[in-house]
């Protein structure tokens, strides 16, 4: 990818028009088509199984490129954290390696989205299931640039996992929560590595083999 022009995306070519026709942001819900969302960003979505690498990737991305990452799964755990009203339906979920309600997810995904002054977003962990691309759309108004997937087996990606959950604290770093979210991973989430597959728009990579830095040298020129 291209580094965005900021005189094209969001910058001061769209804000200049969001001030000279400020009844467009008014009427935007009655024609979205004719009225089309303003602040547009660029957005990726970083899929790939539990463990595969999607967190420390995008932490390398946001360091070279200077990207907002927003990881669902982490917007979810702040969530939990809070004490919020849907605190423990969420951490039900989580625990079981279930998709949490997509409602739920896309209006976080859509607040982070809106308060983030990047005009490139990685969003790291989302689409989880084929619902939640309809949901996205419809909230956020459009889709993604392109998918970047991770490719691991399932049994380096335990190793991975239980590995970490020695120190991480995470609900689901369990060999019982992470073989229900490889079920998860395969039954819901690869179809919709398969359906923007279909459209042309995945870049693939195989984070089984190499450190983070080996992996990444095959994830950056996909970026550029
Ligand atoms: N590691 C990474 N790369 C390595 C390498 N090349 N060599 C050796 N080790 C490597 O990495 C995992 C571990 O592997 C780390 O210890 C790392 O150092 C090491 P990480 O980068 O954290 O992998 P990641 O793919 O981010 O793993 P994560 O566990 O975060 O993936 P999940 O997809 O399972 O978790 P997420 O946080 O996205 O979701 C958790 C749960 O939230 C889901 O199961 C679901 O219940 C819920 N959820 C939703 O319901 N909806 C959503 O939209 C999102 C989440
Ligand atoms: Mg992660």
Redesign the pocket.
């Known amino acids: 990818m291209s580094q965005p022009n900021p005189a094209v995306e969001g910058g001061s070519s769209e804000k200049a028009n969001d001030t000279q026709a400020p009844s467009a942001g008014c009427l935007s819900w009655l024609c979205p088509s004719f009225f089309p969302a303003t602040n547009k960003k660029r957005i990726v979505f970083v899929l790939g199984g539990p463990g595969s690498g999607?967190?420390t990737q995008c932490a390398k991305l946001v360091e070279t490129f200077k990207y907002k990452h927003l990881?669902a799964?982490?917007l979810l755990r702040a969530e939990v954290a809070s004490g919020s009203a849907t605190a423990d339906l969420i951490n039900g979920y989580i625990t079981e390696g279930q998709i949490v309600p997509s409602e739920i997810t896309v209006a976080l995904l859509k607040k982070a989205i809106d308060k983030s002054s990047e005009s490139v977003v990685l969003v790291?962990?989302f689409p989880r299931a084929l619902d939640q691309i309809d949901e996205f759309l419809a909230i956020v108004g459009y889709d993604c640039d392109f998918v970047l997937f991770f490719d691991c087996n399932e049994e380096l990606l335990t190793q991975r996992l239980l590995k970490r959950g020695e120190t991480s604290g995470r609900a689901d770093d369990n060999l019982e929560s992470i073989q229900k979210r490889f079920l998860t991973f395969r039954n819901q989430s690869y179809p919709v590595v398969e359906k923007y597959e279909a459209l042309g728009k995945v870049k693939r990579v195989d984070s089984s083999v190499g450190t983070p830095d080996e992996v990444f040298a095959k994830v950056s020129p996909l970026f550029s």
């Open positions: 999607k967190g990881s799964g982490d790291d962990g």
